[in-house]
């Protein structure tokens, strides 16, 4: 298996802009992660699936945040418009989760940099 | 709301010494904890999961305890070698409803020196 695939790697835009964060979890996987990673905040989750539905969303930061999961093998993490504190490296993880087992397979990450 | 602790931030050692990391929480009604390791630029990596009633798992070189009651963790590497240098998250589970109640600590970033 390919692993949690992102894209893309690398995003530089200007504030205001919209940006369309992607992501393919792992094939069979049914759970599915976004977090961001900043220095001074470390990890935070910020919004996850289950079999696409989204179960828990308290940790996207305001309205300007959105994500979906139309399908069981796509994700998206959109911000709108985008503000330089937005700057960030986001990874998407997946798991199969039953009985929550640890096992989350995180992606490469997309940086992302808001002029 | 749990929080958990690495500390050092940043650790430096010689190829060839064996290490410790340490990882303490607050609230110790966990279900488990793991280890992870990233690499600049990449993803995160499981390296050891310990649920709530076990005290040790190990994998190779290394070896990851965990005291619930203090709400403590440690990390022991064995015979260190610069392909060990990384950052060394460590997350707690609050249940086992979730990944939702993962927490991570903000890491210890290693290098290992030839």
């Known amino acids: 298996d390919a692993g949690v695939i992102q894209s893309p790697r690398h995003e530089v835009t200007e504030m205001g802009q919209e940006v369309t964060l992607r992501c393919k979890p792992i094939?069979?996987?049914?759970?599915l992660f976004w977090y961001r990673q900043t220095m001074m905040r470390g990890l935070e989750l910020l919004i996850y699936?289950?079999?696409?539905?989204?179960?828990?969303d308290s940790g996207m930061p305001e309205d300007r945040f959105s994500a979906k999961m139309p399908n069981a093998s796509f994700s998206t993490l959109k911000i709108q418009p985008s503000e330089p504190r937005d700057s960030a490296v986001y990874f998407c993880?997946?798991?199969?989760?039953?009985?929550?087992?640890?096992?989350?397979?995180f992606g490469e990450g997309s940086r992302l940099t808001v002029l | 709301k749990q929080e958990v602790t690495q500390i050092p931030a940043a650790l430096s050692v010689p190829e060839g010494e064996n290490l410790v990391l340490n990882c303490s929480f607050t609230?110790?009604?966990?279900?488990?904890l793991q280890w992870f390791r990233q690499d600049p630029g990449k993803g995160l990596t499981s390296l050891l999961l310990?649920?709530?009633?076990?005290r040790e798992q190990t994998s190779g070189r290394l070896n990851a305890s965990l005291d619930k009651s203090s709400g403590r963790s440690t990390l022991y590497i064995a015979a260190s070698q610069p392909g060990d240098s990384a950052t060394y998250l460590c997350?707690?589970?609050?249940?086992?409803?979730?990944?939702?109640?993962?927490?991570f600590g903000t890491g210890t970033r290693l290098t290992v020196i030839p």
């Open positions: 094939s069979g996987h049914n759970s």
């Open positions: 609230d110790s009604a966990i279900y488990n």
């Open positions: 997350a707690v589970t609050r249940d086992q409803t979730g990944a939702n109640n993962l927490f």
């Open positions: 993880a997946s798991t199969l989760l039953r009985v929550y087992s640890g096992e989350l397979f």
């Open positions: 310990i649920q709530s009633s076990q």
């Open positions: 699936f289950n079999n696409n539905v989204p179960i828990d």
